[in-house]
Nanobody
């Protein structure tokens, strides 16, 4: 079992950067695919980015602005967010599942473990 704890959210102006971090407890961290999702008020949870053995994957709305990375030695996964926009405002969640070939990394129900979320607010 994996426990995930996010940090790094906050209030920033449009154009600024933030770095979210997710610390995982548990064993065999390298076996897990990791993802970031976000949920704005009144909207469904949406895929932001994921990383597994094959590399990083991004939603079209964040590609080129956000970068996901992981450190298996530290059991962490980070999300570097640049050129933030007001529409990036949401609660951001870290999530994990044991990777398998053919898995849908962009679907929330693929993930078995979730963090509690961290608020990101981007003002215009």
């Amino acid at each position: 079992q994996v426990q995930l704890v996010e940090s790094g959210g906050g209030l920033v102006q449009a154009g600024a950067s933030l770095r979210l971090s997710c610390a995982a407890s548990g064993r065999s961290f390298s076996r897990y695919a990791l993802g970031w999702f976000r949920q704005a008020p009144g909207k469904e949870r949406e895929f932001v980015a994921a990383i597994n053995w094959s590399g990083g994957y991004y939603a079209g709305s964040v590609k080129g602005r956000f970068t996901i990375s992981r450190d298996n030695a530290k059991n962490t996964v980070d999300l570097q967010m640049n050129s933030l926009k007001p529409e990036d405002t949401a609660v951001y969640y870290c999530a994990a599942y044991i990777y398998y070939s053919g898995s849908y990394y962009n679907v929330p129900t693929t993930y078995d473990y979730w963090g509690q979320g961290t608020q990101v607010t981007v003002s215009s």
